[in-house]
């Protein structure tokens, strides 16, 4: 009689316990991309298309050594937009590579080009800065590095389309104003730092007209040389 209570508890215990065990594994949220991204969707979009926040960037298609090299910016703080910082702050270095491989793979198409809110002449003032720079004043073309159509090259130079003009201001301002850098030498910060006020508004402008090309992939590494060094693209 005694043994068989005994038995019988035992039973009882063995399947609390294997119960417990089951609800603490359902309550962890599978290690999937989906699961990986969540946090991030809301601000850029279920596929890294972006959303309406002309601040919050299309992340899409973009060289994944470029976004990788974003994340570990924010993660350390020598890029500055606080949600970002705190959310990445304990993240492991493979965790930052396999979301910027993931959003990288990625493809939805470009948004519409928004129609512009400056004038002909601001904005043919910012399509010779993009393609043909200024000599003058040290300033090279956006396209030497950028790519002729705009599409950036692996693995480390994003390419400037499906951008809003505020996004792209905001980043040059950041640029000018040190609160954003770049792997050193930083060759975004010396490109920027020779654009006036009105030189950032009229090629973010511009930028943020164009259309979408046939082929929006980045060029392969070495497609053609940088007109100097940047930290963020290997030779
Ligand atoms: C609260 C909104 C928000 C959340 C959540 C968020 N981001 Fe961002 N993200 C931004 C904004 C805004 C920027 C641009 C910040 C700046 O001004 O430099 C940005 C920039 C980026 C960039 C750089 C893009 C570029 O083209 O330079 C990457 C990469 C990125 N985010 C990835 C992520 C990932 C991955 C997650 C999830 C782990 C995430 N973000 C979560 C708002 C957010
Ligand atoms: C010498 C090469 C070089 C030139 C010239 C250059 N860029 Fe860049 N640009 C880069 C690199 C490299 C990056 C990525 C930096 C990083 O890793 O954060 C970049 C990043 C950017 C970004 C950030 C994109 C994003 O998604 O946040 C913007 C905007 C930009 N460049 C605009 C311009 C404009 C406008 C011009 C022309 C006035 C220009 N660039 C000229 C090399 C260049």
Redo the contacts with the bound molecule.
């Keep these: 009689m005694f043994a068989r209570v005994a038995a019988s508890a035992l039973v009882i215990v063995t399947l609390a316990v294997f119960d417990g065990a089951a609800a603490q594994t359902a309550n962890q949220p599978p290690d999937t991309m989906a699961a ?2 969540e ?2 969707t ?3 979009g279920n596929k890294g298309e972006g959303t309406s926040d002309v ?5 899409a298609g ?1 060289p994944a050594g ?2 990788y090299n ?2 570990l910016a ?1 993660r350390s703080g020598r ?3 606080p ?2 910082n705190y ?2 702050e304990f993240l492991p270095d493979p965790y930052l590579e396999s ?2 491989e993931h ?1 990288a793979g990625e493809h939805p198409p470009l948004p519409q080009p928004a129609p512009s809110e400056v004038s002909k002449d601001v904005l043919a003032q910012g399509e010779l800065l993009a393609t043909s720079g200024d000599a003058g004043r040290n300033i090279p073309a956006c396209v030497s590095c950028h790519g002729p159509g705009l599409t950036g090259m692996q693995p480390g130079i ?1 390419g400037l389309l499906g951008l809003r003009a505020a ?1 792209i201001s ?2 040059l301002g ?1 640029w000018r104003y040190g609160t ?1 850098t770049a792997k050193s030498p930083d060759c975004m910060q010396l490109v920027a730092g020779h654009l006036t006020e009105a030189d950032v508004t009229a090629v973010a402008a511009w930028l943020a007209t164009r259309p979408a090309p046939t082929n929006p992939a980045p060029v392969p590494k070495g497609t053609y040389a940088l007109p100097f060094g940047c930290g963020s693209q290997p030779n």
């Design positions: 990986r991204v946090a991030c809301p601000c850029h601040y919050f960037p299309r992340l973009k470029y976004l974003q994340l924010f890029r500055k937009y949600p970002m959310l990445l979301m910027a959003f994003p996004y905001a980043q950041a954003r």
